[in-house]
């Protein structure tokens, strides 16, 4: 009998199929490097209870690797078994004919790009990778070779020599690049400690892979191409509202900073002094660099949100406000609520009420307001009933809340019933697919219900007051919305 090669199909063709299926039809890197890890644990009959151990582990399944320790930690189990499993999974090949059609995109743009930052923001721009992701060029070469498409490999390659400069070592390269944050910040202490050198060696490496360094004490602000995330993020501010104080600045940078899901790097007065350097103080956008001041334009999004607050009564607005406005207009209720959260021109007041960068309004004011709205405003409403024992009818005549935040506190006796349950959504209409999953949380919300009730009022027209009818079958845990 001929040896068992290491990428024949599973035991499972049809299981096999689906595997490769899921994974041609990734949307993005992270679906991506999770459906190949997948497909190589069923071929090389690994339990999936190890899933979490090997994601944590391969850096090319979302851009971050784990020490075998953190990989160890994420199952119970010691380092060596870890070890023992991750070669099991190995050699990481596939032999495909062809790669997966999202990775043709993302080679189209690798093409396009003039250096390695514009790479990976028209990634994230394009959807491609997540936002708050970490890929660097090496990892997402990793998961190009796993697929074993020569053609592929080669036009990488050829990509990869244009865009890295070979003036410094590989590891040296990638140590630097995982110092650096997602706004361009590299503390130069960590650094030092991470290269085994001196402070002023380890900025004069950083000044070898970035094209644009400005150093602040202990601080580096690095970036290939200006203006650069970091004076874009002060630019953006001072579109806005001028005159700024650097403290202020300083805020938007650490909401941008959360936005993109990084840690924040440097003293805070190294980061201060950097501000001024460019800014001056007060901060004024025309002491800008010139491409600071053209490359910093106010998205479709920013600019509804300062018309928008620019106009109303107290220069403040309810987040139920805002997004009564929006489902008036056309505009995404989920980008408003990102955008309330992490945007480097709005400012929280006090819960629920936001205000541009620089308005300070009175928050007993803004306390006023938000009684006055939550007085106003009607609750969401939630009926159900029992169709037969594996069949519940749930009826919802959703608020603007409800539409935002897809989260509800039900009764005892309603979630006594749901909470072992996570529900799969879907349309009966079919034209509706979502990750998400209804569950009850710690907290006792029932979740996940935004992207179904925005699916049915953007899709199916729905009226104010009128009841969704969302239809749960326990046995097999699935959620269809009834639109008929």
Sequence with gaps: MPAKSHNQLTADPEFDDLLRKSLDNSSNLEEVGANTLRLLMARRNVSMDYWDALHARFGWTDGTSSSLQHAADQVGLTRERIRQIQSRVLPLTLDLIIGPKVIYSVLGVIKSSPDLDSLFETLRANGLTATNSNWDIDELGELISIFGVAKLEQEFEVEKQRLVPVDIDIETRRIIQRSRNALGLIDLNDLVHRLGTNIDRAAEAVENVYQFTYRQ?????????????????????????????????????????????????????????????????????????????????????????KQVMQESTYGMLHRDQLSDIAMKEGVSLGSVGAFLTNSVVIRPVIPSIFTLVGNHPDKSTAELLKQTVVALGEATRITWEIVDSDTLDLFIIPNTAGFTSGSFLIEKELRMMIEKYEFVESCDCGDFETKMKLKVVPSKFWTGFSMILQHYRLTHGWTEGEAINIRFRFSIETAILKTN
Excluded: H, Y
Aim: charged share 25%.
């Design 217 to 305: 004490n202990d601080l580096m602000l690095t970036t290939t191409r200006l203006p650069g995330m970091f004076l874009n993020t002060i630019g953006k501010q001072l579109l806005v509202s001028d005159g700024l104080s650097p403290e202020e600045i300083l805020l938007g940078i650490e909401r941008k900073t959360a936005e993109r899901g990084t840690l924040s790097v440097g003293l805070r007065d190294d980061i201060l002094e950097l501000i001024v350097k460019f800014a001056g103080n007060p901060c004024r956008f025309e002491n800008l660099p010139p491409e600071a001041r053209e490359g910093s334009t106010l998205g479709r999004l920013e600019e509804w949100l």
